[in-house]
């Protein structure tokens, strides 16, 4: 006979269901997904030690520009120099910690402010939530590299001023996203039990808004990590990105493009490294949708 | 119906594109920059010039020796005494709107660039003429007391308060040009539009699309052979593999300017030509701005740049340069000058009062936005880090904004070249004068002014090459309100089958001779 010590510690070992569990069980499931996310880890840890890890420095020449200008890849320059006689390997991986370092603290603080903002704005509601959206919209419809090219002559070409006019021109998608979010949650049948039985606001937002609208911007930041990355390239290319002698893949795709016939090599190995980390966070970001969607079951 | 209209457009489709196989006549070329300005009493650039020399000419011509022709004026005679030169214009030259061109026209123009309202930068080049300088300076009021008269429709007479030997190659350039009073008036800032501009050279400006296209045709009324191309296009491209890439594809005919990666792949075939070039590329300092109102510190700078490297970064025959006159002009001093010394360099810039670089303030270098400009300040920028433990912050511009900035606001180091407006030692000079409209520096030196002042009065050959042996040496090794970094060399690419284009020490690009083979 089955004592009841015996029927309880069998439902002691069932897993516990939470979503988090559900979506990392679901996401481990998604082959492509897990792929991308050790690669964008192992950017990441790349970027981190990129001091460590780089075997030549990234602004000082090798040597004597007569031997070491512009050689093609080969044993001991993996990636080969560029015109100024630097190891292009070594600038790949600086550039990885400048690109990386861009794309996700902009990213980030990008998704702060527009979950301050559009918190505020769909918890509030009424005329608040009215100005604040239109404000948004008026911000939204401003031609974003325009803005940028603003907020740069304002504050000069250093990377304080890449890092804010990026932070600056993201903001406002993520907060209407937020808003949406919000309203959506706020609507919910526990948010009116919460008010029901009394809970102040704080305790509302905090302990039921804000976990259940946090799968959505995870998801969201996972995607405007790449289009961050993407846009400081796309600045470093024209010229308005991170000064000499710091280099990103953007600004290192730039110094590759005057040879771009004679010595591709320069250009070519920044850009697929673009390619690859944009690729794999957009990859990532598909799965982490798909597993933190509630309504799929499987 | 719907059957019928699949051969139409093939029909249609490969008629265009038998019109496109045929060769098009129209001669063209790269603008590396939308030329500052079309005004020639106001233009200081080698863009603007471009343009200029085909749409206008002036008394004398150089010819491809660079020695002084005839253009418009048909001959001229130097006074005894070497001061007063007449020269007699002409008579059958009439402008492109029919009107004749007279030596009213040459005394305007040569009035408008001394007048202090003008405010053209180039106005010291005509300040041999008598009481040219003190009218320009506001010191002298009224302007018929400056050497110069038309003496009839035909004559004009130019008096200089002293004779100077080089003196007949100054009226070969575009400042001197001939201008209408009329047009300028009666359009004031605009006058130099396509439609308003009125000019007698062998091509007419017919069309400027800024930043895109300048279109010159050919001038039917002009007073020597007519042009040979009926149609000039400047195309202004300002990302030189661009230009590559339209000089492959067949798309532009002459290039003169090529990124140093590219060279080596162009160095054996048929369409690349080197040629010498009187031109120098230097960093000036504000001397105003700290730390630049130190010279030691300058020469601290000077001192920390091995411009061998530099040279060999470009890889476009560019010869080191440590002094200022040119390789190629008489007065060329390769012995004068700061050579590269890291010790040195320390140990100036400790005498100055920053020891490693500490307490420096923030410096930024400047330079216009070219490639080859690029990684000469990038180089520039990890020599001065490597030898001096200083951090300089690069900045760039276009070029009309960046002169615009040099004059406005000079920064602390900034690059800019110099072209020989003429092939004389005194016009690389005079640039740095404290007269002189194109001196960025703000230097202002007494004792340099008069070696100039000297060396353009003394004819003897070997006296001139001491007095600008001196003034190199205060300005290179001494004082240092500039470091010359190299001499240029020209890297051309023109297509075998065009003729008729034959590249100067001064690259004039006079086009009116060139040629296509079908």
């Known amino acids: 006979m089955k004592t009841a010590a015996g029927v309880l510690g069998k439902v002691q070992a069932t897993r516990s269901a939470s979503l988090w569990n559900d979506a990392w069980r679901r996401l481990k499931k998604n082959k492509v997904a897990v792929i991308s996310l050790i690669y964008t880890l192992f950017i990441c840890l790349v970027a981190l030690l990129a001091n460590h890890l780089a075997p030549y420095s990234y602004k000082d020449p090798i040597g004597d520009p007569n031997l070491f200008s512009t050689l093609f890849p080969s044993l001991k320059f993996p990636f080969g120099t560029d015109q100024l006689s630097r190891d292009l390997f070594s600038r790949c991986i600086y550039g990885a910690q400048m690109s990386m370092s861009v794309g996700i603290v902009t990213a980030v603080s990008s998704l702060v402010l527009g979950l301050i903002y559009g918190g505020i704005s769909g918890y509030v509601g009424g005329r608040l939530d009215g100005v604040l959206m239109r404000i948004v919209d008026v911000l939204f419809s401003f031609p974003s590299l325009l803005l940028i090219i603003l907020i740069q002559s304002m504050i000069g070409r250093g990377l304080l001023g890449i890092y804010l006019a990026l932070t600056i021109v993201g903001w406002v998608s993520t907060a209407r996203l937020v808003r949406g979010q919000v309203l959506q949650v706020k609507e919910m049948v526990y948010v009116e039990a919460a008010r029901s039985i009394g809970s102040r606001g704080t305790m509302i937002v905090f302990r039921h808004i804000f976990p259940n609208i946090l799968g959505p911007l995870i998801v969201t930041l996972t995607f405007n990590i790449p289009n961050n990355i993407l846009a400081e390239s796309f600045l470093s290319f024209l010229g308005l990105g991170v000064p000499p002698p710091y280099a990103s893949w953007g600004s290192l795709a730039r110094d590759g493009y005057q040879a771009l016939q004679t010595y591709p090599h320069l250009i070519f190995f920044p850009s697929i490294l673009i390619f690859l980390v944009v690729l794999a966070f957009n990859l990532l970001g598909d799965g982490l949708r798909d597993a933190l969607d509630p309504k799929m079951k499987r | ?518």
């Open chain 2, 1 to 518: 119906m719907r059957n019928a209209l699949l051969p139409i457009l093939l029909l249609l489709f490969s008629i265009t594109s038998c019109t496109k196989a045929k060769h098009d006549q129209t001669f063209r070329f790269v603008l590396t920059s939308e030329p500052p300005s079309l005004d020639w009493s106001l233009a200081t650039d080698h863009v603007s010039a471009d343009i200029l020399v085909n749409i206008m000419e002036g008394l004398v011509i150089f010819d491809n020796n660079l020695k002084p022709q005839p253009a418009m004026a048909e001959k001229w005679d130097v006074s005894p005494d070497g001061k007063t030169y007449t020269f007699h214009i002409r008579k059958n030259i009439k402008w492109n709107d029919g009107k004749p061109l007279t030596a009213h026209d040459f005394y305007y123009s040569w009035q408008r660039l001394l007048d202090p309202k003008t405010a053209a930068e180039y106005a010291y080049f005509l300040f041999d003429v008598k009481n040219a300088q003190e009218f320009n300076s506001g010191k002298l009021k009224d302007f018929s007391k400056v050497g110069l008269k038309v003496v009839d429709n035909y004559t004009f007479q130019v008096e200089l308060s002293h004779p100077a030997s080089y003196f007949i190659n100054v009226p070969t350039f575009w400042v001197t040009f001939p201008m209408r009073k009329d047009i300028v008036e009666k359009f004031g800032p605009n006058w130099t539009d396509p439609q308003n501009i009125v000019t007698a050279g062998p091509f007419i400006l017919s069309d400027w699309k800024h930043d895109a296209k300048v279109t010159l045709t050919r001038n039917p009324t002009y007073y020597g052979t007519p042009a040979i191309p009926e149609k000039i296009e400047a195309l202004i491209i300002n990302e030189d593999i661009t230009a590559i890439s339209l000089f492959e594809t067949d798309k532009v005919q002459l290039i003169r300017r090529i990124p140093p990666l590219e060279l080596q792949r162009f160095k054996n075939k048929p369409e690349y030509i080197n040629a010498p070039y009187l031109r120098g590329y230097y960093y000036g300092f504000n001397v105003n701005k700290p730390p630049f109102d130190n010279p030691k510190v300058r020469q601290a700078f000077s001192y920390a740049i091995d411009r061998k490297q530099i040279v060999s970064i470009l890889k476009g025959g560019q010869i080191p340069a440590t002094s200022w006159v040119p390789k190629g002009m008489f007065g060329f001093e390769p012995g004068v000058g700061i050579g590269f010394d890291s010790k040195k360099a320390r140990s100036l810039l400790a005498e100055a009062g920053y020891p490693d670089g500490k307490g420096l303030p923030k410096i930024t270098l400047y330079f216009d936005s070219r490639d080859d400009n690029r990684l000469v300040a990038e180089k520039v920028q990890s020599l001065w880090k490597e030898h001096l433990g200083i951090e300089v912050t690069l900045e760039n511009a276009e070029w009309k904004v960046y002169l615009k900035q040099l004059q406005t606001d000079t920064p602390q180091v900034w690059r800019l070249g110099w072209g020989a407006d003429y092939p004389d030692p005194h016009n690389f000079l005079e640039l740095f004068t404290s007269y002189s409209g194109n001196n960025n520096t703000h230097w202002k030196n007494q004792t340099y002014d008069t070696l100039i002042n000297e060396g353009a009065k003394e004819f003897d050959r070997n006296k001139r090459e001491e007095i600008y042996r001196d003034a190199q040496i205060l300005l290179t090794e001494k004082d240092v309100p500039m470091m010359p970094l190299f001499y240029e060399a020209q890297n051309i690419l023109l297509k075998p089958y065009v003729k008729g284009f034959q590249p100067n020490a001064m690259n004039i690009l006079i086009l009116k001779n060139v040629e296509m083979d079908s």
